[in-house]
């Protein structure tokens, strides 16, 4: 039987325009759930449509301590709401949950950051830490996410900040190894760091020097953040290395740099810091390669984490000398007072003291969490570089 090329066309037009018809609705019906909707006096109201829920609660960091969630009261046309009193300028994250089991994230928001493996919207309240963790209308650096070989037929990927100007000059750079912690990857301080942002805002008004900024994967079991390699969809899980393999491929990566970047190849133009485990890899590779980093930065560092018989890590307290009898400019310790790893914070700061060795200590509130450690940055890099 013949077809009809005209029949086959109406008949796609009309499945399509169907198709429309239904996503229009849709739109149609959600145009009246606005969430988060940011207030003036710093509030924010969450709403949810949610006809068939018995009770939806909302969970975020934005909840006073000791709260790990709040009630979302219906208000009609089967639609959730809630508001916070006025909360600090910040950036905070959030999830809903659904009849007390199923956690899901908020339809109308379409900026949702992972930490680990986990999915969370977000929102920023603006002033203050929130502006300076916002894209703000200033000159704009670059990010790139580029493969080093880390040995022979070996490549892990990083992600590269170039400041403002790189690409159109030819001046060259001081760099920031900047490392993430257990179960991160070169994604982690993009996302949930803000770093871009916090660098761009800092060198446009001249808080901070302009600088290259090498976010590393420090998992060696893994060559990139999830989905970016030939190791396919891999879920994402609390892997790490400290088993002196990423400490050990460092100086590869500091030359693979130097190689490809116009950098200024000198201890007093290279800083390294980290969070937590990229905390213990910061003191780690310091030590171990005294004549590479003038600026060092322990973000709620794990510091007592070598396993026996790991050469890498023996020897600390020689190695410690031999690194402070030409010191660092800066040796910079932060952490929360509520960080499960304050305790070995106290104890290499006594360590560090009986040596008479220097170094600067900031110590916040809260404990292991996003939030310091984007403060930690904000402060941190100021300190580098300076003329």
Request: aromatic fraction near 12%.
């Given at each position: 039987?013949?077809?009809?090329?005209?029949?086959?066309?109406?008949a796609?037009?009309?499945?399509?325009?169907?198709?429309?018809?239904?996503?229009?609705?849709?739109?149609?019906?959600?145009?009246?759930?606005?969430?988060?909707?940011?207030?003036d006096d710093g509030?924010?109201t969450f709403?949810l449509?949610?006809p068939?829920?018995?009770?939806?609660?909302v969970?975020?960091?934005?909840?006073a301590k000791?709260?790990?969630?709040?009630?979302?009261?219906?208000?009609?046309?089967g639609?959730?709401?809630?508001?916070?009193?006025p909360?600090?300028?910040?950036?905070y994250t959030?999830?809903f949950?659904i009849?007390d089991?199923?956690?899901?994230?908020?339809?109308?928001?379409?900026y949702?950051?992972?930490?680990?493996?986990?999915?969370?919207?977000y929102?920023?309240?603006?002033?203050e830490?929130?502006?300076?963790y916002?894209?703000q209308?200033?000159?704009?650096g670059?990010?790139?996410?580029v493969?080093?070989?880390?040995?022979?037929?070996?490549?892990?990927?990083?992600a590269?900040?170039t400041?403002?100007?790189?690409?159109d000059?030819?001046?060259?750079?001081?760099?920031?190894?900047l490392?993430?912690?257990?179960?991160?990857?070169?994604?982690?301080?993009?996302a949930?760091?803000?770093?871009?942002?916090?660098?761009?805002?800092?060198?446009a008004k001249?808080?901070?020097?302009?600088m290259?900024v090498?976010?590393?994967?420090?998992?060696?079991k893994?060559?990139s953040?999830?989905?970016f390699?030939?190791e396919g969809l891999?879920?994402?899980?609390?892997?790490?290395?400290?088993?002196?393999?990423?400490?050990?491929?460092f100086p590869a990566?500091?030359k693979?740099?130097?190689?490809?970047?116009?950098?200024v190849?000198?201890?007093?133009?290279?800083?390294?810091?980290?969070?937590s485990m990229?905390g213990f890899?910061?003191?780690?590779?310091?030590?171990?390669?005294?004549a590479m980093?003038?600026?060092?930065?322990?973000f709620?560092?794990?510091?007592f984490?070598g396993?026996?018989?790991?050469?890498?890590?023996?020897n600390?307290?020689?190695?410690?000398?031999r690194?402070?009898?030409?010191?660092p400019?800066?040796?910079?310790?932060?952490?929360?007072?509520?960080?499960?790893?304050?305790?070995?914070?106290?104890?290499?700061?006594e360590?560090?003291?009986?040596?008479?060795?220097?170094?600067a200590?900031f110590?916040?509130?809260?404990?292991?969490?996003?939030?310091?450690?984007r403060?930690?940055?904000?402060?941190?890099?100021?300190?580098?570089?300076?003329?």
């Amino acid at each position: 039987m013949a077809i009809n090329l005209r029949t086959l066309i109406v008949a796609a037009v009309a499945i399509m325009g169907c198709g429309m018809c239904h996503a229009q609705q849709n739109l149609w019906q959600y145009s009246q759930v606005v969430s988060p909707e940011l207030h003036d006096d710093g509030s924010v109201t969450f709403r949810l449509f949610a006809p068939e829920a018995e009770s939806v609660d909302v969970v975020g960091d934005f909840l006073a301590k000791g709260c790990s969630e709040v009630a979302m009261q219906p208000i009609g046309n089967g639609v959730w709401e809630y508001r916070t009193e006025p909360l600090p300028s910040e950036l905070y994250t959030y999830s809903f949950r659904i009849d007390d089991v199923r956690t899901i994230h908020d339809p109308s928001n379409v900026y949702v950051m992972r930490d680990v493996a986990t999915l969370m919207n977000y929102f920023i309240v603006p002033g203050e830490r929130g502006d300076l963790y916002s894209a703000q209308n200033v000159a704009h650096g670059t990010l790139s996410r580029v493969w080093c070989e880390v040995e022979r037929g070996k490549s892990r990927r990083m992600a590269v900040y170039t400041p403002a100007g790189y690409e159109d000059g030819r001046g060259r750079y001081p760099v920031l190894y900047l490392l993430h912690g257990m179960g991160g990857d070169e994604e982690a301080w993009i996302a949930t760091g803000r770093v871009v942002e916090i660098m761009d805002n800092l060198i446009a008004k001249g808080a901070a020097e302009p600088m290259i900024v090498v976010m590393t994967n420090g998992c060696t079991k893994h060559s990139s953040a999830p989905g970016f390699s030939h190791e396919g969809l891999w879920q994402p899980y609390m892997s790490g290395s400290m088993d002196g393999s990423f400490e050990a491929s460092f100086p590869a990566i500091v030359k693979w740099v130097d190689k490809h970047y116009r950098t200024v190849a000198r201890k007093s133009s290279r800083a390294i810091a980290g969070l937590s485990m990229g905390g213990f890899h910061s003191m780690q590779i310091a030590k171990e390669y005294p004549a590479m980093f003038d600026y060092v930065g322990l973000f709620s560092a794990a510091i007592f984490r070598g396993d026996d018989g790991v050469a890498m890590y023996d020897n600390l307290e020689a190695k410690l000398e031999r690194q402070f009898a030409h010191p660092p400019k800066l040796y910079w310790i932060a952490i929360g007072s509520e960080d499960f790893l304050l305790e070995e914070s106290v104890r290499y700061r006594e360590l560090l003291d009986s040596c008479n060795y220097q170094y600067a200590y900031f110590e916040s509130g809260d404990g292991h969490i996003w939030r310091n450690w984007r403060i930690y940055l904000s402060m941190f890099v100021p300190q580098l570089f300076k003329k």
